[in-house]
């Protein structure tokens, strides 16, 4: 029992507590995983810079890899993939079967074909300009056609109309990493650790005001590092990938469950097989991702 005890503590689990199955993405490794229930990884496939990652109701993986997007069978056949100048960050699908698909550096919010055709294209920046590396992280498309988007150099989630007009802002002091809207109206961000900023993750009503929010050093014995991907679970608690760049490797968990009452009531902190988890999603959650009922 007692090794038992301390296999589950390198894998920052506590027995007796909840446990979770999860596809996740590692940044600095370049790999995206299937985690087990008792943690351990029993599926991985080589991504570069994955940022942004989906477990489809097909079983399938949607993920980004630096340049790219992927669809990805368990028996890793590619059977979806878009290639791009740009750096991607950002990937979705859609209910009619296409990818919704953010190129960071052009600032284009596209939605491809299966096939591999752009079949709409929005652009934030005029044809040409580089927004640069820190122009956009994840995005977006909503439920009304309209486009949430982190601009992390910009320290803003912007939400646009089908257009691309901008309709809403919503101010980001550590820069946005990740944004949701929640069924209520909300939106739910991840703040990064921009300016020397406290890393955070908080709730905002369509009034502009923060209704929830977590930050820095203030769950117990968790210190929030550079705040990446999250989602939100039907019981109403928050799970958050931690991200451990930027000199922080190893030295908190990867992912993190709090309940509403900032309760800490899971933790994943795998450092031996994982460096940066960046993004997140349960797969004992039930739900159909492609028709909006995962807030991811």
């Known amino acids: 029992m007692n090794m038992l005890l301390a296999g589950l503590a390198a894998l920052g689990l506590c027995a007796g507590a909840p446990s979770h199955r999860f596809v996740c993405t590692d940044y600095t490794q370049g790999k995206v995983f299937v985690v087990a229930e008792n943690g351990q990884a029993e599926w991985s496939y080589d991504a570069p810079d994955a940022n ?3 477990l489809l109701p097909n079983g399938n993986l949607l993920f980004d890899t630096g340049h790219g997007v992927k669809e990805v069978t368990r028996g890793k056949k590619v059977v979806f993939s878009y290639e791009s100048a740009s750096e991607i960050y950002a990937c979705q699908r859609l209910p009619n079967g296409n990818t919704f698909i953010g190129e960071c550096n052009s600032g284009r919010l596209l939605e491809v074909s299966p096939s591999g055709e752009i079949a709409k294209e929005v652009r934030l920046l005029p044809a040409g300009q580089d927004g640069g590396h820190a122009y956009m992280r994840n995005a977006r498309r909503l439920a009304n ?7 992390y150099g910009g320290k803003a989630v912007r939400e646009y109309d089908p257009q691309g007009k901008l309709v809403r802002e919503i101010l980001v002091l550590g820069g946005p990493h990740s944004a949701i809207r929640l069924p209520n109206g909300n939106t739910l961000i991840a703040g990064a650790d921009a300016g020397g900023a406290a890393a955070s993750v908080f709730e905002v009503s369509p009034t502009g005001e923060t209704v929830w929010s977590v930050s820095g050093d ?4 968790v210190s929030l590092k550079f705040m990446s991907g999250l989602q939100r679970l039907p019981n109403g608690n928050t799970v958050m990938s ?12 990867h992912l993190i469950e709090v309940t509403p009452d900032k309760k800490v009531v899971w933790t994943f902190a795998d450092h031996r097989t994982m460096k940066t988890i960046s ?7 039930a739900g159909d991702a492609i028709q909006g009922e995962i807030l991811h």
Request: proline letters at 6%; hydrophobic letters at 40%; glycine letters at 16%.
């Open 52 to 54: 942004d990652i989906w």
């Open 145 to 151: 056609g309209n486009y949430l988007v982190c601009h």
């Open 242 to 253: 931690n991200w451990l760049g930027h000199g922080n490797l190893g030295k908190a968990p």
């Open 218 to 221: 203030e769950l117990p014995g």
């Open 279 to 285: 993004s997140v999603q349960l797969i004992d959650v």
